[in-house]
């Protein structure tokens, strides 16, 4: 009875592992249509880097092909366009403020 589980555990976990690799290999058929080969390069020299941000522009180009914003291969350009607005939504926003002595000074003599 343990084995029966056992192997139909194995078996699920086999065919999860063949959707997920057909997914991906369709996902990058799809990119291939989308992107001219030099952006194609680049945007597999980035997945080797950065996952996560290749993964991003990767379902972003897809996204935006499904509802017809893009109407032609992306150019290395375009695609260097792309990842710049990526990376302007991804990079936080610091704020350093600094807090002089006279004002600690006074902060602490209000307090007080």
Do not use: C, H, W
Not at 26 to 45: F, G, H, W, Y
Not at 93 to 99: P, R, S
């Amino acid at each position: 009875m343990a084995d029966a589980k056992m192997q139909q555990q194995m078996q699920a976990a086999q065919q999860q592992s063949a959707k997920i690799q057909e997914m991906k290999m369709k996902k990058e058929a799809m990119l291939k249509q989308i992107l001219s080969p030099e952006a194609n390069e680049r945007l597999t020299r980035i997945g080797l880097v950065k996952p996560q941000m290749a993964e991003k522009v990767a379902d972003m180009m897809l996204r935006l092909a499904g509802n017809g914003q893009i109407k032609s291969k992306v150019t290395e350009d375009q695609f260097k366009g792309y990842l710049e607005q990526i990376n302007k939504e991804a990079k936080p926003k610091t704020k350093i403020t600094f807090a002089r002595y006279y004002e600690l000074r006074m902060a602490r003599r209000a307090v007080t």
